[in-house]
């Protein structure tokens, strides 16, 4: 039973990670695609000043699942990282590289500097996701196992390409909205139009992909694909379909009002399709909860951390993302964001 509970809590986990840190990377994303130094002045201004505030707290979320797979599923832990140390590897480094770039690239005096380390940055947010969703892949398509060796076949699927592209195109829908957001709120009607066409963009992207990745699980990871097609799984797959109508349909109303919450739903309630579609297995079809658990003091240990945190941590991460949506971080006004002041802080 506390095994079960734990599952869940880690599931949780994952989602929250894959919606706050899905956002970053989004950004990251679009830094990427915004063009040279003058086209894309003022949209990577922007992505500047709204990743700023919270970048650094998202990967608490990250930090929370690795604790909770080493102490609560250790067994499952050593799989997943025996096998898939290749992709996990380089999605750490990407992740380091990737803070290092966005911390270092504004101060930087030489131009030169500032585009090397806004490269690191932008690149490093596109690989990180991929690699994080092509692991995933490998442990849907049941091929993380005991005797599983390294290999690219664990992670360079059918399903774990699907699942990394995915990652990619999610982060970019995540980062578009609520930078759109944002410029909404800085009264940017420009930059509110650049990126609510690329969050529709990556929206029809994500449900392409959706769609091609569910055709794909039928024949390379069948367990996943019945779980999505019946019971809690299809509950939840349908919950994200619905979402992405109301996020296009709220994307395309003048005010864009709640796109943020109705992208964020379908980013989660993705993720906990793929989780519900797995039960009873932490790995399909070779290791189930109950066998990767840890020992049963440790779980309950693990409870009551994770009780302390929901009591004491999770508040003061809402009140963070709060004020940080609501513009109480930092002092940007809504002259910063005109043309000519975007282009003065260049």
Known sequence: MIAGVIAVVLLLAVAAYACAGGTDYGAGFWDLTAGGAERGKRPRWLIDHAMAPVWEVNNVWLIFVLITMWTGFPVFFQQVFTTMWLPLALAAVGIVLRGAGFALRKPARRLAGRRLYGAVFALSSLLTPFFLGAAAGGVASGRVTSTTQASTDAWANPTSLLFGLLAIATTALLGAVFLAADARRF?????????????????????????ITLFVTHGDAPHVWHGLTHGVGLVFVIVAALGTLATAWLLIRPSGAWSRVTAVGVVASAVLAWGMAQRPYLIPTSLTVAEGAGAHTTLRWLALVTLVAVVLIVPAVALLYWLDTHGELEGLTDADLRRTGAGDEG
């Open 187 to 211: 009264s940017a009607p420009d930059l509110d139009a650049y990126f609510r066409q690329r969050a529709l963009g990556a929206l029809a992207v994500v449900a392409v992909l959706a769609v």
